[in-house]
């Protein structure tokens, strides 16, 4: 019992609780977002195979140091500067794309107003949201694959310029028509800016995301590429089975209605939403107020 009130006399009682601010709790929910987006990050790019074989690297060296094996720490110790600039340079695609998605994250645009040229002006009419989704449900009807990148805030002349420029006012039969195999645009994405097909036969940047299933393509795979490249919403048709799904923010949702698909048409279609973000960041309008009551 002495030796135990010993112990509490010596160490605990000169523990105390440390003070926590608002600055630390506010530290700590910043790092949590950090350490949680590292770890997706991890997870669905190549960095887990790397993490992986970083893991079987470092049991390797503690059974080195454990049995004294002097020339292999010495090996080791002498390459680890070489080894972290190796993991920079082949992770330089995956590192690049973290940082630009960083960049493009709302809350960024939302308190800095990034992109903001567009603004305030309607993307594209309700006429094009109706010609497109009711393509999109005749081509899934016969099984026309088909890959719309529809543009928002960041522009995609890069891509454009990887097919066919047509600059043409979108229309439903144009869409099909398109997309009809065997026929000169039908491979690739199309690129829709406002009420136009700006360019056909693009070519977009596949996705390595681990997360996306194996039965999924290369259409597939392109779609999500460009919405993690850009703030596009992307459109693929599937030609196996027909299905409908949509690429935006890195995320595929599969197999939607033409009512959902509607729906997040209209949701990109101009800007009122962005006007609402901004009113709900700096307080709500007063005439909206009102009009709530
Ligand atoms: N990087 C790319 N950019 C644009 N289009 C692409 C790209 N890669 C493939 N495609 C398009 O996807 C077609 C191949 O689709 P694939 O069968 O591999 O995909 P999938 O995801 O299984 O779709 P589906 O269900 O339609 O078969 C190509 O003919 C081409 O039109």
């Known amino acids: 019992m002495n030796n135990i009130m010993d112990f509490i006399d010596k160490y605990l009682t000169r523990l105390s609780l440390p003070k926590v601010g608002v600055t630390d709790l506010v530290e700590i929910a910043i790092l949590a977002v950090l350490v949680y987006q590292i770890m997706l990050w991890i997870k669905n790019t190549r960095a887990w195979m790397l993490l992986k074989g970083i893991v079987v690297l470092g049991v390797f060296i503690l059974l080195a140091y454990i049995f004294n094996m002097n020339t292999i720490l010495w090996i080791a110790s002498k390459t680890i500067n070489v080894a972290i600039i190796a993991v920079v340079i082949v992770f330089q695609p995956e590192l690049r794309k973290a940082l630009e998605q960083l960049g493009r994250r709302n809350f960024l645009s939302a308190i800095f107003a990034f992109d903001n040229s567009k603004e305030g002006t309607e993307r594209f009419s309700d006429r094009t949201v109706n010609e497109i989704v009711k393509a999109v449900y005749e081509m899934s009807k016969v099984k026309t694959g088909a890959l719309i990148v529809v543009e928002q805030n960041i522009m995609l002349n890069e891509y454009e310029r990887t097919g ?61 590429g460009i919405s993690e490249a850009t703030d596009s919403l992307t459109i693929v048709v599937s030609e196996e089975t027909g299905k409908v799904s949509i690429a935006i923010g890195g995320e595929l949702i599969r197999n939607i209605e033409a009512e959902v698909l509607k729906k997040y048409l209209v949701s990109i279609q101009n800007k009122s939403m962005d006007f609402k973000r901004f009113r709900l960041w700096r307080g709500r309008a007063k005439n909206e107020k009102n009009a709530d009551k």
Request: glycine share 6%; hydrophobic share 40%; net charge neutral.
């Open 164 to 224: 066919i420029q047509l600059d043409s006012l979108l229309s439903s039969q144009l869409l099909i028509n398109i997309f009809e195999h065997n026929t000169p645009l039908h491979d690739g994405a199309i690129i829709v800016r406002g009420n136009r097909i700006v360019s056909a036969t693009c070519y977009l940047p596949l996705s390595d995301s681990m997360s996306l299933g194996k039965e999924l393509g290369t259409r597939h795979r392109a779609a999500v």
